[in-house]
């Protein structure tokens, strides 16, 4: 950091950064004009660019890339189609599943995923521990995913600086392989988070907002924070 001014404006997205789950409806799904979707999806790329900055511990080496994060976005009108065709290419899934009203509703929808090296595989993991002691196996994929899931906050982070409204969601049926099919995501990779990003010019009468039901439950007093002192006596 360069600045105190540049501490307190990193604080002040930290604190901004919300979830926000926006809602549309299918048959009258946001527009978004041409301007506007050129305008704010390069700030989505330029976004996720950055975000790539997060810190990786190990060289994953996949494709002959050392990250252990994939970002596959999907631009607004994509997302509409997904909207439409949800229910008949999920016939099980119940009519009021929450996706395609936020498909409906959002400019883009950024699906992060990691690539995990060993998990999955039917790998003998005797004969791999590390110096404590842990399967080191199972410490690499851990901080493959540690390390992914950094890349998602920056990019929540960078979409908040940018006015954007953001939702880390779990995915529900984007997780599925038959989704990765249709994306033309590798089912090597592992579902991290969809992230639903809200343009600021996105208005509409039936939009709908909601909050992620964790947020009032902070700790108000970080009861979760603890300073370690040590007592040689
Ligand atoms: C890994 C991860 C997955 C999440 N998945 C969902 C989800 O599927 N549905 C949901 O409503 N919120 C989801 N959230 C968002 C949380 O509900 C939200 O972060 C929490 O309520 C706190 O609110 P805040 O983000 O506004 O601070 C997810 C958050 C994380 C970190």
Known sequence: MQSEDDLQALSRVIKARKTLKVLGDVEHAVEISEENASRYNRKVIESIETAGWAPFHYNRGHNGLAEPWRAHVIWHEDCRIIAGHFHDWFPDV?????LPAMLSACGALVIVTWL????GKDQQLEGFQNSIGLPKQTTIDDEHLAASA????????????????TYWSSGGQFRTSAMFDRLGISQ????????????????GESIERVCGKQRSNRSQDHAWLREVRLNES
Not at 190 to 203: A, D, H, K, N, R
């Open 94 to 98: 119940k009519a009021s599943n929450k």
């Open 150 to 165: 950094a890349m998602v906050q920056n990019l929540l982070l960078l979409l908040t600086a940018s006015s954007m409204g």
């Open 116 to 119: 995990p090296q060993f998990r």
């Open 188 to 203: 090597g990779e592992s579902f991290l988070g969809g992230v639903f990003v809200e343009y600021p010019c996105s208005v």
